[in-house]
């Protein structure tokens, strides 16, 4: 039985599908978009993680955490000694059973929502088996399930995700390969081939396009993804995701730079503006939600 790393499980979400959700983001990306809102997935390992408005500098942690760094020498054990709370260990190993288990406790709030689970992160394809047996047990359950993914995979992991997901929330950023490897770290080529494969057999597509001030906001940008979109017979709709700035502070929690510091959310009416290029090609767009 395979063991998956996951560093939340968030109940009763709204955005991550339709109905009442739990959200399973799970560690480990490809990417490193610089705008992430959740830097703490981005590696694979477990991490720890310092509060620096909490911490007192006890010196009951290691002396590279309080430099710092994101692995104190004890791990887990300066996690409990610490007074304050000041550290936090992000990613904790499960098997997909114990996982289920605990997920179908909210199997009340699906059944009358209409809702289900969402696998995010992070990129749940990076850990293939465990997600496939979890999908697999929640089908099992008659539990809708989600994936959201960047589409930067295997296409064979994709595909057999997707065959066991009744929805799939795929992230589109750039359609410029330059551009796209610059925001994110990665070609695009793979993302946007994926994506023409899986709109082919699967039906219930959402793309979740994050808007990003200066990074990929421009027309130019926005009308060749909304032409793209349009010549996918799976895409049901588009959902454009205002940027935000809740990365910023864990970003410095984990010692690292943030590079859009000067970057300021678009506005519902610029939002608004931008939904109406996808809308002109038939897509069903909103323009809610985080990216």
């Not at 705008?35 to 010196?59: D, I, K, V, Y």
């Not at 304050?84 to 288990?101: D, I, N, Y």
């Not at 047996?133 to 296409?155: I, K, P, Q, S, Y």
Request: hydrophobic share 40%.
């Amino acid at each position: 039985m395979s063991q998956g790393s996951i560093f939340n499980i968030q109940r009763f979400s709204l955005q991550d599908g339709p109905g009442v959700r739990t959200t399973v983001f799970m560690k480990g990306c490809p990417l490193s978009c610089l705008w992430c809102h959740n830097p703490e997935s981005q590696a694979p390992r477990t991490e720890f993680l310092r509060m620096e408005n909490r911490c007192m500098a006890c010196g009951l942690c290691s002396e590279q955490e309080l430099a710092g760094q994101t692995a104190p020498a004890k791990g887990a054990a300066d996690v409990a000694a610490c007074p304050t709370g000041a550290l936090r260990q992000v990613g904790r190993e499960l098997e997909p059973s114990v996982l289920v288990k605990d997920l179908l406790r909210d199997r009340i709030f699906f059944d009358q929502s209409g809702g289900g689970v969402t696998f995010s992160g992070g990129e749940p394809l990076m850990q293939a088996p465990f997600l496939l047996e979890a999908l697999a047990r929640l089908r099992d359950e008659g539990v809708h399930t989600a994936l959201d993914t960047c589409g930067f995979a295997n296409w064979e992991v994709l595909q057999a995700a997707a065959g066991l997901a009744g929805l799939v929330l795929y992230d589109l950023k750039l359609m410029d390969e330059a551009r796209h490897k610059a925001a994110t770290g990665q070609s695009n080529r793979t993302i946007l081939d994926n994506l023409k494969a899986l709109a082919g057999i699967h039906r219930s597509i959402w793309i979740r396009v994050p808007i990003i001030p200066g990074i990929n906001d421009d027309e130019a940008n926005l009308e060749a993804t909304a032409r793209f979109l349009a010549s996918l017979a799976g895409v049901q709709q588009v959902d454009l995701l205002p940027y935000h700035r809740t990365g910023a502070a864990k970003f410095a929690r984990m010692g690292r730079d943030y590079d859009l510091d000067e970057v300021q959310p678009p506005t519902p009416e610029r939002m608004e503006a931008l939904a109406a290029i996808f809308r002109a090609r038939g897509l069903p767009t909103t323009t809610g939600g985080h990216p």
